[in-house]
């Protein structure tokens, strides 16, 4: 399969336009029309200023992420005859694509124990079941993990469960993909979100962008990177991997980009996997050399200085080398454009968090800001390219194992409910405790718990040892066929757009939109929060403390959070007159940092260890274009040219090294599994380094974490490689 010359363009268009003639051209223009935020990535666009519109009020807004979902959700119901005519084990052999395109789920699933076959379940006799296992659980068998596709109301309900049950077992998708930003800014500069607001790239003149690749899944942002491209700033790109679309793309809202493309990196840097710290610390160490920090900002809104200068000063550029895989000449071109610009921001993904120093990475970066006061104010800054469109509002609301001092402080004094104060657990601490047999109920509202998680082998078993498996959906998944309990219960709900009342979410830039909701497509699915409020009132009938009933109205939700959650006083505007609104304290200005002294924090951080033998490779799990987290939407990879996805990406100079050849199947082996039968395939990516698709490749990553985050590493795996001694076409 041969790869465009260009990401973007007319191929998104018409894959655009494939959807639509699948759906229906009007419906599909209806639906992203209405006044609803977008189902896919953080970015964000939709709300009350109209479908497709961002939150400058930029139209047309839109990417085929988001025409993916919106078709998923359009498509007809599951058959009638689906789940009687398929068991679990054939349901098993389903690819992930084949089960999301199976139809929307409408009406309760239920695996018995000892039963293959889902078969249906009234709601009352769900929601009762439910209870009744939640309470059999108590709160220390149970725990609660949230997808970051949820509302605000839907997640502030969910947390409100889980602390009214007596425990802190509730967590999001974040564990896997951003705490370690979360972590790593909190510890530098006093909150866990970006600082900048998207209007601020209008005046960025340098943009870095670290271990991501937006241009397949966030490619409304190409446009932020076309942009400053035309007004004369520069984008450095920082990726192991040379990916088509950071090279070139076609903007589709922007004929002249369409007609001859963009450039977007002015300059591509290719360090080894997990060699972003090195990176970091050797443009540190180059300004640090020059004199060129800025010393009033350092010493007047900034501590820990000296200690993370002597550490970059004693770290050695034969060590700084080594481990990027970046040379000194590269590193000083780097620097000097660090030093010209004006504006700088610098913004990251997952290719930076998801390593077992992911936090470490994070707060690198935050020192290379601090060195010249490029955090604490409008126009520069740091950010965290969230995934999904609201997992930084569930956070916000509450949905994690430990909540803020204000919010508790405002629970206690507001509502009288006293917080439980044991630890919570992390979503991989939740998963140790079910492998353990310590856990009996999984409450999973929406997403794929077993598919993201890394260790599939060791997932699986963790899963299998619960006694019950809760999941809130609107199509089917792995973790429905795979991810089972002793018994399993799937309730379908309603997408956003099609939710009775309206809801809200929060983008990666702090911006809270409302979405309308709409006429619901099938009879059967039902709200997020209608099924909450309804598990809350019989599971806490007789106490008094917080009334389900009311909380069946989204109104009433968000009264409650205006009140309870620091930064969402706004919501009061929002429940007046629909007005959206910035969380307030996260773009900063004058240099004001929420932090206990006021002043930012640099950390001086040693190099992390990451030999690998001769006979090794670094592997990192991607999401290919046709993908949105870990749903699979096309099994094809149009911008990197591969057709399937049982394929390892190699540099060619490795493929010789070990005695491959291209198209060879080989067995991909690391310390905790093994993947049979891969394809070798040549590829742009810094040797020594290899690359294979998540989530089929957790089988390979092993469930260690990030000791401060407890992400992950999906990134930095250990592999080696042998050739198939049988080979099918």
């Known amino acids: 399969m041969k790869a465009p010359r260009s ?15 699948r759906v229906g051209w009007w419906k599909l223009w209806k639906a992203m029309r209405t006044k609803n935020a977008c189902k896919t990535c953080a970015v964000g666009m939709g709300g009350q200023k109209g479908g497709m519109v961002n939150e400058t009020g930029l139209f047309p ?8 979902a919106m078709a998923s959700d359009m498509q007809p119901a599951v058959a009638g005859d689906f789940f009687a005519k398929y068991n679990l084990d054939q349901l098993r052999s389903f690819s992930s694509r084949k089960l999301e395109y199976s139809g929307r789920l409408t009406e309760p699933l239920l695996l018995a124990a000892g039963e293959d076959h889902y078969k249906p379940i009234s709601w009352d006799a769900a929601i009762d079941l439910v209870v009744d296992r939640l309470k059999a659980a108590g709160p220390e068998r149970a725990f609660y993990y949230a997808s970051g596709r949820s509302s ?8 409100m469960l889980s602390r009214l049950m007596g425990t802190n077992y509730v967590n999001n998708c974040s564990f896997y993909c951003h705490q370690a930003s979360g972590v790593g800014l909190g510890s530098s500069i006093g909150t866990g979100a970006g600082t900048i607001r998207l209007e601020d790239l209008e005046h960025t003149d340098l943009y870095i962008l670290i271990g991501a690749n937006p241009s397949s899944n966030h490619p409304r942002l190409m446009k932020a990177f076309m942009e400053i491209r035309r007004r004369g700033g520069k984008v450095i790109v920082i990726n192991p991997v040379k990916e088509l679309g950071l090279t070139n793309f076609k903007v589709p809202s922007d004929v002249r980009s369409m007609l001859f493309g963009s450039s977007i990196a002015s300059m591509y840097v290719q360090p080894h996997i997990g060699g972003d710290l090195a990176l970091m610390t050797g443009i540190a160490k180059e300004v640090l050399e020059r004199k060129a920090q800025d010393a009033s900002f350092i010493a007047q809104h900034t501590e820990n200085f000296e200690a993370f200068q002597a550490q970059a000063e004693n770290t050695s550029w034969d060590e700084i080398v080594a481990q990027s895989g970046v040379d000194k000449n590269t590193i000083q071109t780097i620097t000097d454009q660090y030093l010209a610009a004006k504006n700088v921001v610098i913004g990251w993904c997952m290719g930076i968090t998801h390593h077992l120093h992911g936090t470490n990475n994070v707060q690198s970066i935050v020192n290379l800001s601090l060195l010249r006061g490029m955090v604490g104010r409008r126009k520069a800054g740091l950010m965290p390219i969230r995934g999904h469109s609201n997992v930084q509002g569930l956070g916000s609301v509450g949905v994690t194992p430990g909540m803020k001092q204000a919010m508790l402080e405002r629970f206690e004094s507001q509502l009288g409910i006293k917080v439980p104060t ?13 492998h353990r047999g310590e856990m009996d109920f999984a409450f999973c509202l929406g997403g794929n718990l077993f598919g993201s998680n890394p260790d599939t082998t060791y997932a699986l078993e963790a899963m299998s040892r619960l006694k019950t498996v809760l999941y809130l959906s609107t199509t089917l998944n792995t973790g429905h066929v795979w991810g089972t309990g002793k018994e399993t219960l799937i309730l379908p709900v309603l997408p956003r757009d099609e939710e009775p009342q309206s809801t809200t979410q929060e983008s990666m830039f702090s911006y809270v939109r409302m979405s309308d909701g709409g006429k619901s497509r099938f009879a059967g699915p039902r709200s997020e929060v209608s099924i909450l409020a309804a598990i809350g009132q019989k599971l806490f009938a007789g106490d008094e403390r917080i009334d389900w009933k009311k909380l069946e109205s989204h109104t009433a939700i968000r009264e409650l959070i205006a009140d309870l959650i620091p930064g969402y006083e706004g919501m009061k505007e929002t429940i007046q007159s629909n007005k959206e609104f910035h969380v307030t304290g996260r773009a900063f200005e004058e240099y004001k940092f929420p932090t206990a002294s006021g002043k930012a924090k640099f950390h001086a951080i040693p190099l992390p260890d990451l030999h690998t033998d001769e006979k090794q490779l670094r592997l990192m799990t991607i999401r290919s274009e046709g993908q949105f987290n870990s749903v699979v939407y096309d099994d094809e990879d149009i911008y990197r040219g591969q057709e399937r996805r049982d394929v390892i990406l190699m540099n060619k100079a490795d493929i010789d090294r070990l005695g491959l050849k291209p198209d060879q199947r080989v067995k991909v082996k690391s310390e905790v599994g093994e993947m049979q039968y891969i394809l070798v395939r040549a590829f742009d990516i810094r040797a020594g380094n290899a690359l294979m698709y998540y989530p089929e490749a957790n089988i390979l990553v092993p469930h260690t974490v990030d000791p401060l985050s407890k992400t992950p590493g999906f990134k930095g795996i250990r592999i080696s490689i042998e050739a198939e001694e049988k080979t099918f076409d």
Do not use: R
Not at 152 to 159: P, R, S, T, V, Y
């Open 7 to 21: 990401g973007g363009g007319w191929k998104a268009i018409k894959y655009s336009l494939t959807l639509a003639n």
């Open 61 to 68: 807004e839109v990417c085929k992420k988001s025409f993916q």
């Open 422 to 434: 044991t630890p919570g657990y992390d979503t991989m601490a939740c998963m140790e405790a079910s």
């Open 152 to 159: 605000n109301e839907a997640g502030f309900l969910f947390q």
